[in-house]
């Protein structure tokens, strides 16, 4: 059940109103009962797996608090990974085996696998291990109420892709009953159309654009290999974006505040800004339980870009069990690593240049740096295979012809893209100054009708649809 699917508009609908009429101590439960329904939707297959996660952290926060214990936290937390790499990473991990077997002249059958990967399971166990090393920490007391608990780990505007909650941040949000706010409610209305304008409009618009290209890279030309490009940069930013929008909206709606999972990426000035606001819940998950606990920036420099190397690696990985994550994952890595070493002579050429570091020059050309580093990187998560990806990028850097195939399928489909990607930006740079949605629901009440409406009609007229008018699945569903 998607956000964007005729079933999901009736039954969160229900679920809200029911949880505003319903007593306080009838709430929580009320929203797990509906937690655990949206997820059986998604196929009941998944469930004994999110059972398991709630029951083993659960237990292991009760036993951590009453004694702070690191092998503990080691049993509980190397349970979860246990459970992601077998049903995530064991195909891949067999398949670099009989790799390296196959090089060293050995003859390796590599088993055929045929398990099930888990919907949601890299974000909840990933909440439920943050859980984990708070309550080591003494950073919160271990939740007692397992209703609270169980809602905390599978809170259905955020089960399937986040944004990736924190303990202190989403678990007192549950002890108290949340009011109704007509503010919030509209709010969030807003922040989910919103959402859906850049699903539909625009991420699979471009989706389609990507899809056809990076297929067949031979048939365009370096100009629409680097087209292409961009545009699953911006693909792949209004999806997941959209997704993160509609969640939190659902939330807000509710009375909740979920973590805001992107803060204009693609206006960074280097690869480094660009992680910290990118995917926030997950960048700064990885920061505060890997990074910090490697070292950090305090054990010298060449440690510290060491340190960053790995996160990034691990990162690639937690996004798919293939080599082009892992490559595009280290990729960024290393943008970090020669930003880092290379940054007194970048500064030096700026002033030899007379070029102030706040200029509207300077800005401008590192923002442009920026997304052309991302955009490379890209490629590599967008490609099926390490072969693709270097087809695409020979493309992109040894100059060619293409064979007259074109982008878009016309006029119509290159002017309703150029018009959504016009409202992101827009929205982007309204963004700068506040919360838009927030914004238009305290605002005047004609401006928001007339807004609200456009919007909604541009995304029913020129939303693209699949079978039976439902949109194509968010990209980090496979997550």
Same mark, same amino acid.
């Given at each position: 059940m998607s956000f964007l699917t005729p079933s999901y508009l009736l039954f969160f609908p229900a679920a809200a109103v029911f949880y505003y009429l319903l007593p306080a101590r009838a709430k929580n439960p009320w929203l797990l009962l509906c937690s655990w329904f949206f997820y059986l939707c998604a196929g009941p297959q998944y469930f004994a797996f999110l059972l398991f996660a709630i029951v083993t952290t659960y237990a292991a926060g009760l036993r951590l608090e009453k004694k702070r214990s690191r092998l503990t936290l080691s049993l509980?937390? #190397?349970?979860?990974?246990?459970?992601?790499?077998?049903?995530?990473?064991?195909?891949?991990?067999?398949?670099?085996?009989?790799?390296?077997?196959?090089?060293?002249?050995?003859?390796?059958?590599?088993?055929?696998? &045929?398990?099930?990967?888990?919907l949601g399971i890299s974000f909840y166990l990933f909440q439920a291990m943050g859980y984990l090393v708070d309550v080591y920490r003494g950073k919160r007391p271990a939740q007692r109420n397992f209703i609270k608990y169980a809602?905390?780990? &599978?809170? =259905?505007? &955020?089960?399937?892709?986040?944004?990736?909650?924190?303990?202190?941040?989403?678990?007192?949000?549950?002890?108290?009953?949340r009011?109704?706010?007509?503010? #919030?409610?509209?709010? #969030?209305?807003?922040?989910?159309?919103?959402?859906? =304008?850049?699903?539909? +409009? +625009?991420?699979d618009r471009l989706g389609a654009v990507t899809a056809a290209v990076f297929a067949a890279p031979h048939n365009y030309s370096t100009l629409q290999l680097w087209g292409a490009a961009a545009a699953f940069s911006l693909q792949i930013y209004c999806d997941f974006a959209a997704y993160s929008d509609m969640a939190c909206g659902c939330a807000e709606a509710m009375g909740f505040s979920l973590i805001? %999972?992107?803060?204009?990426?693609?206006?960074?000035?280097?690869?480094?800004?660009?992680?910290?606001?990118? /995917?926030?819940?997950?960048?700064?998950?990885?920061?505060?339980?890997?990074?910090?606990?490697?070292?950090?920036?305090?054990?010298?420099?060449?440690?510290?870009?060491? %340190?960053?190397?790995? +996160?990034?690696?691990?990162?690639?990985?937690? /996004?798919?069990?293939?080599l082009t994550f892992v490559v595009w994952g280290l990729l960024n890595g290393l943008y970090q690593v020669i930003g880092g070493l290379s940054a007194p002579l970048r500064q030096?050429?700026?002033?030899?240049?007379?070029? /102030?570091?706040?200029?509207?020059?300077?800005?401008?050309?590192?923002?442009?740096?920026?997304? +052309?580093?991302?955009?490379?990187?890209?490629?590599?998560?967008?490609?099926? &295979?390490? /072969?693709?990806?270097?087809?695409? $990028?020979?493309?992109?850097?040894?100059p060619r012809a293409g064979t007259g195939l074109t982008l878009f399928a016309g006029l119509?489909?290159?002017?309703?893209?150029?018009? #959504?990607? $016009?409202?992101?930006?827009?929205?982007?740079?309204?963004?700068?100054?506040?919360?838009?949605?927030?914004? $238009?629901?305290e605002g005047n009440r004609a401006v928001r009708w007339v807004l609200c409406l456009g919007l909604l009609m541009l995304t029913l007229v020129l939303g693209t649809y699949g079978t039976g008018y439902d949109a194509q699945d968010f990209i980090y569903f496979k997550f």
């Open positions: 509980a937390v #190397g349970a979860q990974i246990a459970l992601l790499f077998v049903f995530k990473y064991l195909g891949f991990a067999l398949s670099l085996v009989a790799r390296a077997l196959r090089a060293a002249g050995l003859a390796f059958e590599q088993p055929a696998l &045929s398990l099930i990967l888990p809602l905390f780990i &599978s809170f =259905f505007p &955020s089960l399937l892709s986040g944004p990736i909650g924190r303990s202190d941040q989403l678990l007192p949000q549950f002890d108290a009953p009011p109704f706010c007509w503010t #919030g409610v509209k709010s #969030g209305l807003i922040r989910f159309l919103w959402g859906a =304008f850049q699903k539909l +409009v +625009v991420a805001q %999972n992107f803060r204009t990426p693609y206006f960074s000035r280097s690869i480094q800004e660009f992680w910290r606001r990118w /995917h926030i819940s997950l960048s700064s998950w990885f920061r505060d339980y890997l990074y910090f606990p490697l070292g950090g920036s305090r054990r010298g420099t060449a440690r510290k870009y060491l %340190n960053v190397l790995v +996160v990034f690696a691990v990162s690639g990985l937690w /996004h798919g069990a293939a030096k050429i700026r002033q030899s240049l007379r070029l /102030h570091d706040d200029g509207q020059l300077c800005i401008l050309w590192q923002t442009a740096c920026t997304f +052309v580093l991302a955009t490379i990187a890209w490629v590599f998560f967008k490609a099926g &295979s390490l /072969h693709a990806a270097l087809s695409v $990028l020979r493309g992109m850097f040894l119509h489909e290159l002017f309703a893209a150029a018009l #959504g990607l $016009l409202f992101v930006l827009a929205r982007d740079l309204w963004s700068l100054r506040c919360d838009p949605p927030r914004r $238009l629901a």
